[in-house]
C-alpha cells in the first residue's frame, strides 16, 4: 500500500469514531417516566417520532404514577406521565407542573377465565375488593375462592379504580403488581382471581372481561361516561417544557396521533370526550 493512501486511510479511522461520538452526543434526550397504562401509547409515538426526527432520542419507562409525578418534580426526567391529576398526590406541587392531558383510557375488572362470572354491579366489585365477597358462588359463579391482585400503591390505575368503585372504604390486603402487563399475566394464569387493567392491555382472549352492572367494557361507552372507569392520561413537565420535549408533546396532541394512533392502541383521543372529569371525580357535560 502506498505511504499517501495508508495516511488517509489512518486519517478516516480517526474521523469516523469522532463523527458518531458527535453524533450521539448532539441527540437530543427525552426521558419519560411513569405510568404504564400510558406506556404503549408513548412507546409508539416516540418510535414513529424518531424516524422523522434523527436528531431525537426519546426514552420511555414505567414505574408508575406516583413515580412519574416524583420524578418529573425533582428534575430527573423531562416528562413524567400520569393517570392521575398531580394534586391528587401527597407532596407533589401541581403549581409547578404544567399538565398535558394527551388520552383518555379506559379501566376494567379482569378474572380468569374459570370463575364463571361476566358481569358484577359496582357494590359487589367494591365488596370483592374490601374482603367482604370472598368466594366466586356468592355472586353467581363457581365455588371457588376469591384471589384479588391489586396494582401496587402509587399506581394511577388504583388510585382511579378504588375512587370510582371502594368510595373511600380500605382495599383488601393482597397481592400487589406494579405494572399492567404482569397483572394480566398472573390472571391469565391463575385460577380465582380478578383484577383491573386499563383498556389497552385487556386484548387477551384468555381473560375475562367483566361488564359493570350490565354495561360492558367498550370504548364507545367511555366518551359519555356510560362506562364510568376512565382516566386521564397526563403528560407533565416541570414549568415550561424544553424546545425538543415541547415539539414531541405537540406530536402527541398532533391530528396524527390522535386520529390514527389513539385508537389503535386503545385509547380514546380527549377530542371525542363528551363529558370531562375534574381532580374530584366530578363528572361535566362538555360544552354546558
Known amino acids: 500500500m502506498k505511504k499517501s493512501n495508508f495516511g488517509k486511510l489512518l486519517l478516516l479511522s480517526l474521523f469516523v469514531p469522532l463523527f458518531w461520538v458527535g453524533c450521539s452526543q448532539s441527540r437530543e434526550k427525552i426521558t419519560i417516566v411513569g405510568s404504564s397504562a400510558l406506556q404503549p401509547l408513548v412507546e409508539q409515538a416516540g418510535n414513529d417520532y424518531r424516524l422523522a ?11 408508575g404514577s406516583g413515580t412519574g409525578l416524583s420524578q418529573v418534580q425533582a428534575g430527573a426526567v423531562e416528562v413524567g406521565t400520569s393517570d392521575v391529576f398531580a394534586e391528587t398526590q401527597k407532596g407533589i406541587d401541581a403549581k409547578k407542573l404544567e399538565d ?13 377465565k374459570g370463575v364463571g362470572v361476566k358481569n358484577l354491579s359496582v357494590e359487589q366489585l367494591s365488596a370483592i375488593f ?53 397483572v394480566k399475566k398472573i390472571v391469565n394464569s391463575t385460577p380465582g382471581t380478578i383484577s383491573y387493567i386499563s383498556f389497552p392491555y ?7 372481561k367483566i361488564s359493570i352492572d350490565h354495561v360492558k367494557p367498550d370504548n364507545k ?3 359519555t361516561n356510560k362506562w364510568p372507569l376512565w382516566s386521564y392520561e397526563h403528560m407533565y413537565t416541570k414549568g415550561k417544557p424544553n424546545k425538543a420535549t415541547a415539539a414531541f408533546i405537540k406530536y402527541v396532541l398532533g391530528k396524527k396521533v390522535q386520529t390514527e394512533l389513539v385508537p389503535k392502541i386503545g385509547y380514546i383521543s380527549i377530542h371525542e370526550m363528551k363529558v370531562s372529569r375534574d381532580s374530584q371525580n366530578k363528572v361535566t357535560k362538555i360544552g354546558k
Do not use: C
Request: charged share 15%; no cysteine.
Open 100 to 112: 398535558y392531558p394527551v388520552a383518555v383510557v379506559g379501566i376494567v375488572p379482569i378474572a380468569n
Open 130 to 182: 374490601t374482603g367482604k365477597i370472598k368466594n366466586w358462588r356468592e355472586v353467581g359463579g363457581k365455588n371457588q375462592p376469591i384471589i384479588v391482585i391489586n396494582r401496587s400503591r402509587g399506581s394511577g390505575t388504583r388510585s382511579t379504580f378504588e375512587d370510582l368503585i371502594l368510595n373511600g372504604k380500605d382495599a383488601v390486603n393482597s397481592q400487589e403488581q406494579d405494572s399492567n402487563g404482569t
Open 221 to 223: 361507552n367511555i366518551p
Open 53 to 63: 426526527h434523527m436528531s431525537s432520542n426519546i426514552v420511555v419507562q414505567g414505574g
Open 202 to 208: 385487556a386484548n387477551d382472549q384468555n381473560i375475562q
